[in-house]
DNA sequence: TCAACACATCGATAGATGTCAATATGGAAG
DNA sequence: CTTCCATATTGACATCTATCGATGTGTTGA
């Protein structure tokens, strides 16, 4: 706990027992990045606008291509985001609320760890 | 309001009016874009954890070369999520509670649009 | 069984990003 | 003024990612 190194004392505390486990930050940082497409907002915020949506109902608004949107609805039910149920011919996909509270409760203890 | 298409019926409402908007959506994903890295999370969480933190106490726990905290640093400052201040030799961090209030709440916004 | 359709996967390509060594910048102290 | 030190910037490189067309897979309906 006692400094051994002079020049610590001129920078506060050094201590690093709160830091975001490596592990952790590699998990939580895999979910924010499949936030990190503005594509994929936008989908998110379409699906989200109803209780379920059809894949049908999204490559027209988004203006991409069906193998694009493929791509990022899978990348956003990777990061448990959003699940699909194909039910007949299409998939319908719906929002995982937990996930993001989950992800609200991790910028929380970012913003509350200060004074 | 009335679908043309009778493909329409068959796959829910179609209507895209409460999509985010494209802009909107850029400004966000560059945001999340900033916490999308293992590094800067750390980062964060580090300056996070005391009201100030200098860049010399970064250094170490990350086990990272200077020009890539640099690097991560002006990425966190760049998205408005944490300030520094040049004072005496070294630079001080702090984090802008409010962006990480208006990220929460961009979260909300999905959460709550569903039923 | 077969044709049509929804969705996933593959291959390719252009652009973005993390990382570091080297160098530049700019303030502090002598 | 000059030296030293903390930080920023540059250049280079490997990796990742968004995008699309083409193709594969599996289900629907005739």
Known sequence: MVPDDPADLLCGDP??????????????????????DPVRLRLLSIIASNDETCSCNLEAPLAKSQSTISHHTAKLAAAGLIVGERRGRWTWWRVVPEQLAALQSSLRVVQDHQA
């Open 15 to 36: 201590i690093t027992e709160h830091t975001l486990a490596e592990p952790d930050a590699v998990e939580l940082a895999g979910v924010f990045a499949a936030l990190a």
